[in-house]
């Protein structure tokens, strides 16, 4: 079983983190954040990797540390549950519709962190007062810290709910086929990762 465990204190939150890709996708989440626990309660069930997760953000001031520092630290958990990288399948890509929202989100697990975020979100009607840019911020801290290249793009949608949870699944199912096991050597030609 590929596990990490993160401890992250900061004067604007404090996360615990416990991560299994190669779960069942479980999750126990509380950041807070309603709808951003929804995201990744949704992220775990389509990544099928087990997550267990407690924040507390300083929520009163904004979201964006407990959001961006949620993507720091499971992009650590991520990063360290790999070990060497032997025998992943390295490249994973998934397209997810959600109504009228249509997301591809592309991930190679290369060692360089680099995100590509094309998304716009015509309407902020989410329902859950959360910018959704601040989504921006939680995928470039976790790739910062997964060290992975990763394209996100909004092919369609109008709905910012619907396109940040057709991301969040694509995501998932990104990450979900790019970490599987599928031969024993680091597929690089430069044979590290």
């Known amino acids: 079983m590929r596990?990490?465990?993160i401890k992250?204190?900061?004067n604007e939150t404090k996360i615990r983190l416990k991560l299994n890709i190669d779960g069942n996708g479980m999750a126990n989440i509380d950041t807070g954040l309603p709808f951003f626990d929804h995201m990744l309660v949704s992220f775990a069930k389509h990544s099928k990797f087990d997550?267990?997760?407690?924040?507390?953000?300083?929520?009163?001031?904004?979201?964006?540390?407990?959001?961006?520092?949620?993507?720091i630290?499971?992009?650590?958990?991520?990063?360290?549950?790999?070990?060497?990288?032997?025998?992943?399948?390295r490249f994973g890509y998934s397209y997810v519709p959600l109504d009228e929202a249509l997301s591809r989100v592309v991930v190679d697990i290369s060692g360089r962190p680099f995100l590509y975020f094309n998304v716009n979100f015509p309407r902020s009607d989410d329902g859950s007062n959360i910018n959704p840019y601040l989504f921006?911020?939680?995928?470039?801290g976790f790739v910062n810290n997964a060290?992975?290249?990763?394209?996100i793009d909004c092919i369609r949608g109008?709905?910012?709910?619907?396109?940040?949870?057709?991301?969040?699944?694509?995501?998932?199912?990104?990450?979900?086929?790019?970490s599987r096991i599928s031969g024993k050597d680091i597929p690089s030609t430069k044979g590290v990762l």
């Open 73 to 89: 630290v499971l992009g650590k958990a991520f990063n360290n549950s790999l070990n060497d990288r032997s025998g992943i399948e």
């Open 158 to 178: 109008n709905n910012s709910h619907h396109i940040i949870e057709s991301i969040f699944k694509s995501f998932a199912k990104s990450l979900f086929l790019s």
């Open 147 to 151: 060290l992975v290249t990763l394209h």
């Open 136 to 140: 921006e911020e939680f995928f470039r």
């Open 8 to 10: 992250r204190d900061t």
């Open 3 to 5: 596990i990490a465990e």
């Open 51 to 71: 997550l267990d997760l407690n924040v507390k953000g300083d929520i009163d001031v904004d979201y964006h540390h407990t959001i961006e520092d949620t993507g």
